[in-house]
């Protein structure tokens, strides 16, 4: 690994260098590459530089030690002792970053919330989701906008669409993906016994023009009239659109605006991503089979997560990891959550390494 490190610095300064070419700054598709890149390794960099200097001072030390006097001796080893723990620790970090970046981070976020089993507690259930991800995303500074808002009769949540932007938020909100179960009881049970239900959390990279190009031919786009709950019409012009990708069978419908092209354009943002989530699953052929690596059929079985009010507790089942603050996790608090679930990661990239 540490063969690499010069390498990474030597590219780090030149790109550094680059950026100021108006070559590069004329071509935005180049300009965005290097910037990332750029992004990417500066905290590799920083980590090899602290590491340089440690070194060096190390050295110092070394080469002071046979010239000094017995107490000038005592320091210098115990300055030895102290760089030698901080160089590990530093190179357990080092190891860390020089991990294989996932090529969505960086990247905004579609984040798309369905009730599943267990009829209008599910739905309910589906928008305490919501509110817990939009309260995440302000206590990060992320900014929501939310494309599509189905709500069911009872304040729940049918199904909600939701572009979540922020320079970490693919990093963070990738592990959200797949089927949540609740139990508790539900504000319909009048006698108070307690249920199980479900609701499904897609998480996919916002996927931009230049990332994917999509011929107009392979789309049929359809307008008709808004719609609100129940039925009854919002809108009195063709606004909603519904637009079916033909090759694969994709259908994505927007009506939340009162503009034909706003719906429009909100819909081939939710197309392109799913489109480029397709593509990059060589085994995934159709929407379904990507649906069902994260979220499967939304049945309580299949659950990622459990959320269990009578026991204020969030159980994450991937990874085995339990915590007793479930009000505090829905209020916003999911860094406790998401780090163990960062970690777990990191660790098996490493492991996979040795």
């Not at 609100?228 to 605006?257: C, F, W, Y």
């Not at 799913?274 to 699953?281: G, N, S, T």
Request: with cysteine; charged share 30%.
């Amino acid at each position: 690994m540490f063969d690499r490190v010069q390498a990474l610095e030597d590219e780090f300064v030149s790109l550094e260098a680059s950026m100021s070419d108006p070559e590069l700054v004329s071509d935005q598709a180049r300009l965005r590459e290097v910037t990332r890149r750029y992004k990417d390794l500066g905290p590799v960099v920083d980590c090899i530089r602290r590491r340089k200097a440690l070194l060096a001072d190390a050295e110092a030390a070394r080469e002071l030690l046979p010239l000094a006097s017995d107490d000038e001796r005592a320091h210098l080893r115990q300055e030895l002792a102290d760089s030698e723990t901080a160089l590990a620790a530093l190179e357990d970090e080092l190891r860390a970053l020089m991990l294989p970046k996932d090529p969505n981070d960086g990247r905004s976020v579609i984040v798309e919330i369905r009730g599943a089993e267990g009829g209008e507690e599910a739905n309910l259930f589906a928008r305490d989701l919501y509110d817990m991800y939009r309260a995440h995303a302000a206590a990060k500074g992320w900014t929501v906008e939310v494309l599509s808002l189905d709500s069911s009769d009872l304040g729940g949540v049918n199904q909600v669409t939701m572009l979540v932007k922020g320079d970490d938020a693919w990093s963070r909100l990738k592990f959200e993906g797949g089927t949540h179960r609740v139990q508790r009881v539900p504000v319909t049970e009048s006698q108070g016994r307690i249920h199980t239900s479900s609701a499904t959390v897609l998480v996919l990279p916002e996927a931009e023009e230049i990332d994917l190009q999509i011929d107009d031919n392979d789309l049929q786009v359809d307008v008709y009239r808004s719609s609100g709950a129940g039925g009854q019409s919002v809108n009195t012009t063709d606004s909603a659109v519904r637009i079916t990708h033909k090759p694969s069978g994709l259908v994505v419908t927007m009506q939340d605006e009162r503009s034909q092209l706003q719906n429009k354009a909100r819909a081939m943002t939710v197309l392109r991503s799913r489109l480029m989530k397709l593509a990059e699953d060589e085994q995934a052929a159709t929407q379904s089979a990507e649906r069902r690596a994260q979220v499967g059929g939304g049945g309580r079985g299949e659950k990622i997560r459990t959320y269990n009010f009578k026991e204020n507790r969030l159980t994450d089942h991937r990874i085995g990891f339990t915590i007793y603050r479930l009000q505090d996790v829905l209020a916003g608090d999911l860094d406790e959550t998401i780090d163990a679930l960062a970690a777990d990661e990191r660790a098996r990239q490493l492991a996979g390494q040795t």
